[in-house]
């Protein structure tokens, strides 16, 4: 058992030392210089967002799979249980405070390409805490 969490943990651990967060900005910055149509930046901001939500998604799985290991080590489980109400509080703030962003814009073209980059600059903010957190 103790063997099977340390091989997750070594390998949660390098997903996140090779993610591509700095590849991310790069891609987002290129999105917007590159792109001609309202169709190929959406596009553009799509790729780069579901890259996001996976390197969002390996420091939720580090975080989480460290509390859980302390958890059963201790019998304490209300760190485990914050982290994940800060996650899912983070999810619904991100939601809504990308979503009056596009409210404001819409029914502009605009609208969609605003929500995405809403959606990776505040992502990408989570990354920068969660990585900061031993």
């Known amino acids: 058992m103790i063997k099977k969490l340390l091989t997750l943990h070594i390998f949660i651990i390098s997903q996140c030392l090779f993610s591509p967060l ?3 900005q790069t891609t987002l910055d290129k999105c ?3 792109e001609q149509t309202s169709a190929g930046l959406s596009r553009c ?5 579901d890259a996001i939500d996976r390197e969002l998604q390996t420091w939720v799985n580090n975080h989480t799979f460290n509390l859980e290991e302390k958890a059963i ?6 760190a485990l249980n ?3 109400r800060s996650q899912s509080s983070f999810i619904t703030f991100r939601d809504n405070d990308c979503r009056w962003q596009y409210l404001m814009i819409s ?4 609208a969609s390409s605003a929500y995405k980059k809403c959606y990776i600059l505040l992502s990408k903010s989570r990354i920068k805490e ?3 957190i031993q």
């Open 22 to 24: 700095s590849h991310a």
């Open 32 to 34: 917007e210089s590159t």
């Open 130 to 132: 969660l990585s900061q």
């Open 107 to 110: 029914p502009d073209k605009g």
């Open 45 to 49: 901001l799509d790729t780069v967002k």
């Open 73 to 78: 080590i201790t019998g304490r489980y209300s």
């Open 82 to 84: 914050m982290f994940k």
